[in-house]
């Protein structure tokens, strides 16, 4: 947690001092370091040989991100959310999700179903590339003012030394977690896909959880969200890019239940933007999120594997 708030602190305050939009900094600086943990465990497990863990850290991310932290964001105050991320961010999120279901089902070349090969990781990786091109090619620049600057800014070394060092702790927390999950999967019985989809999923995506709940009680709904939807499509096409790029991840198909809800759930988002107050995630469809996420959590308990 330490280390993934050094991150976005100091990458924040390198993003503010070149004047970039909050909308900009939520998609890809914090969104790129609250997705750190899940990238550093996931490419720890797939360089360990353990692809269920992969997997359902990121796909567990996903949902916990998607109706866990947006709801609980919500809850705390309603979510005010920009155009773009309507017609754009949140449609190439579910779009994520999709290419992941075909790639993973069927594989972009004949033969690799049931695995993400490097090919399909090479594919993934040329999305997140599109991706990145879009937001800086639609980007706003503004001023920061004076009290915002002084709030925001640290000095070039220091910004540098907060990613150096939140980086550092990233990977030995990473680490940690992947083999911590495993033994407890061994000791208790638990599937490695279960422990993935929640414990580890869950862990990794508390620097989301406090950077959503932070943005939103300083009025930057556009931090929030873009936090949240940000790190759904950076999981799943440069988490999984470069993870099967290095070792391809065989994949199991019980997954596909968890991807169908990703996708369901992203739909949901888009029709809370036309329901109630427009462009508003408002606090009845926030709590309609965290029940769902609790539901899905006690099935998860209780499905056969």
């Not at 490419?43 to 949902?63: Q, T």
Request: glycine share 8%; proline share 3%.
């Amino acid at each position: 947690m330490t280390g993934g708030n050094w991150l976005v602190d100091g990458a924040s305050s390198l993003a503010r001092r070149y004047k970039i939009s909050e909308l900009a900094i939520g998609l890809t600086i914090v969104a790129f370091g609250t997705s750190a943990p899940e990238l550093v465990v996931s490419f720890v497990a797939s360089v360990d040989a353990h692809p269920e863990i992969a997997f359902g850290n990121v796909i567990g991310s996903n949902n916990f991100n998607l109706l866990m932290i947006l709801g609980i964001t919500g809850l705390v105050a309603p979510l005010m959310v920009h155009k773009n991320t309507i017609r754009v961010e949140i449609p190439v999120s579910l779009f994520a999700a999709v290419v992941l279901l075909l790639l993973a089902n069927y594989g972009f070349m004949p033969g690799y179903g049931n695995m993400l090969s490097r090919i399909d990781g090479l594919i993934l990786l040329v999305f997140l590339a599109l991706f990145i091109y879009y937001v800086f090619r639609s980007m706003k620049t503004g001023e920061v003012n004076d009290e915002q600057t002084a709030q925001t800014l640290f000095p070039l070394g220091k910004s540098l030394l907060f990613i150096i060092l939140g980086l550092a702790c990233l990977i030995a927390g990473g680490k940690v977690v992947v083999n911590s999950a495993v033994d407890l999967a061994r000791a208790l019985n638990i599937s490695e896909k279960v422990i993935g989809l929640t414990i580890v999923a869950v862990g990794t995506s508390l620097p989301e959880l406090v950077t959503s709940i932070a943005a939103i009680r300083k009025n930057s709904s556009d931090i929030a969200i873009g936090n949240v939807i940000g790190s759904n499509i950076f999981n799943i096409f440069l988490i999984l890019g470069v993870s099967s790029l290095w070792r391809p991840l065989e994949y199991s198909p019980v997954f596909n239940q968890d991807i169908y809800l990703l996708i369901f759930g992203t739909l949901l988002l888009l029709l809370a933007m036309f329901t109630g107050k427009k462009r508003s995630f408002d606090r009845w469809e926030a709590a309609i999120f965290v029940a769902i996420y609790v539901g899905y959590v006690v099935y998860l308990i209780m499905r056969p594997e």
